[in-house]
């Protein structure tokens, strides 16, 4: 399980010109409830972090938190 980072996640939505985590929720085939379950703190599974870097036209690890 990965864990996103919501400052890094924020940026690259708005690189990608995506407003809104239900705009987000359509580009990348993840629930709205996921994408809040992952802001909230929640871990993600490695499918979930590559469809929404996919989305986002990054790199994966370019969502993830920092350890520690």
Same mark, same amino acid.
């Given at each position: 399980?990965?864990?996103?980072?919501?400052?890094?996640?924020?940026?690259?939505?708005? $690189?990608?010109?995506?407003?809104?985590?239900?705009?987000?929720?359509?580009?990348?085939?993840?629930?709205?409830?996921?994408?809040?379950?992952?802001?909230?703190?929640?871990?993600?599974?490695?499918?979930?972090? $590559?469809?929404?870097?996919?989305?986002?036209?990054?790199?994966?690890?370019?969502?993830?938190?920092?350890?520690?």
């Amino acid at each position: 399980m990965y864990k996103i980072s919501k400052q890094k996640l924020c940026v690259k939505m708005v $690189q990608a010109g995506i407003g809104s985590a239900k705009e987000l929720s359509k580009v990348s085939g993840i629930s709205v409830n996921t994408l809040s379950r992952n802001n909230n703190g929640g871990s993600a599974k490695l499918a979930t972090v $590559q469809a929404l870097a996919a989305a986002l036209h990054c790199d994966p690890a370019e969502l993830l938190a920092e350890e520690g």
